[in-house]
């Protein structure tokens, strides 16, 4: 059974974890996401896209 989840939802869930367990600080999870905000918006958001794209396209056709 496949289940899809999205890569926000699954950042989410690691960075709550971290938060939890490792000790990571609520204002360093802000920054980070600050940092998202800001790279969405430049000229680099589109190749991150498309290697997350192609990263997410190989893991899922991995059978095991």
């Known amino acids: 059974m496949v289940l899809p989840i999205s890569a926000a939802v699954l950042m989410l869930i690691?960075?709550?974890l971290l938060i939890r367990r490792s000790g990571l600080k609520l204002w360093h999870a802000f920054a980070?996401?600050?940092?998202?905000f800001y790279l969405a918006s430049t000229s680099i958001?589109?190749?991150?896209?498309?290697?997350t794209t192609n990263v997410a396209g190989m893991i899922s056709g991995i059978r095991i």
């Open 14 to 16: 690691i960075v709550i």
């Open 32 to 36: 980070c996401t600050l940092l998202g």
């Open 45 to 51: 958001a589109q190749p991150i896209h498309t290697l």
